[in-house]
């Protein structure tokens, strides 16, 4: 029989831990529940979960804070299920070391498919990094520094090559602008949005089939972008 996979649920609210109880298939769950968000980081450091699903509207820490004072210490993937909509609240909580952001009501089918591309990049950092990333005729070499689409070469320009690869070193996973903005242009840049704007257009035309319908570079409005590798 497989070990169940362990999830913490920091959430004060009683109806959505009664909820994703009655929600997640036993025989692949076990659930830990914590009401505050000091019981939250006391859990995870005593209880060593697979996953933190963390809301933001805790009556004693704000989530945001569990979210950094979690990742000064353990890279748990940490998703985020709050009923704040807004763009600045998901690029902070993202900024402070949440992997992913799911706003309140959502649906079973989502989450379920975001906990499974969250344990699976966890995963993929506890193991040698596969340095080939694949998708649909989209072939990203790592190693190599080669792109290709249907077996024909993609020549991209230095940035262009750095920005997708910083997205495929993290596929299915949404990355803040700020994040590509330092990581591609450097800290000095991390404000400059428009830089982004202009190199995912160059990017998708040259490895889309349709860049109006991107299926690879993926938006997340206001927020940043994702590399999808399935569907």
């Given at each position: ?22 929600s997640?298939p ?10 505050t ?37 353990t890279?748990?993937?940490i998703i ?34 975001r ?8 995963q ?51 990355l ?54 399935e569907?």
């Open positions: 029989m497989t070990e169940r996979i362990r999830i913490l649920v920091i959430d004060d609210e009683a109806a959505i831990r009664r909820f994703l109880r009655s997640l036993e025989n692949e769950y076990f659930l830990l529940e914590a009401e968000g000091e019981a939250g980081l006391r859990l995870t450091a005593t209880e060593n979960p697979d996953i933190v699903l963390l809301d933001l509207g805790l009556p004693d820490l704000d989530g945001i804070e569990v979210a950094r004072r979690l990742r000064e210490w890279e748990v993937p985020v299920l709050s009923a704040r909509g807004r763009e600045t609240d998901k690029v902070q909580a993202l900024d402070a070391g949440a992997d992913d952001y799911l706003t309140k009501p959502f649906g079973v089918k989502e989450l379920l498919a906990i499974r591309v969250a344990l699976r990049h966890s993929r950092g506890k193991e040698p990094a596969n340095p080939v990333v694949e998708a649909d005729g989209l072939r990203i070499d790592l190693a190599a520094r080669q792109v290709f689409l249907d077996t024909v070469e993609i020549r991209l320009t230095p940035n262009e090559y750095k920005l997708l690869a910083a997205l495929a070193r993290s596929p299915g996973m949404v803040t602008h700020k994040q590509l903005l330092t990581e591609v242009w450097g800290p000095a840049y991390s404000e400059e949005a428009h830089y982004l704007r202009v190199y995912m257009g160059q990017l998708r035309h040259k490895i889309e089939r349709d860049p109006a319908k991107p299926r690879f570079l993926r938006t997340e409005p206001g927020v940043g972008y994702r590399l999808i590798v569907d």
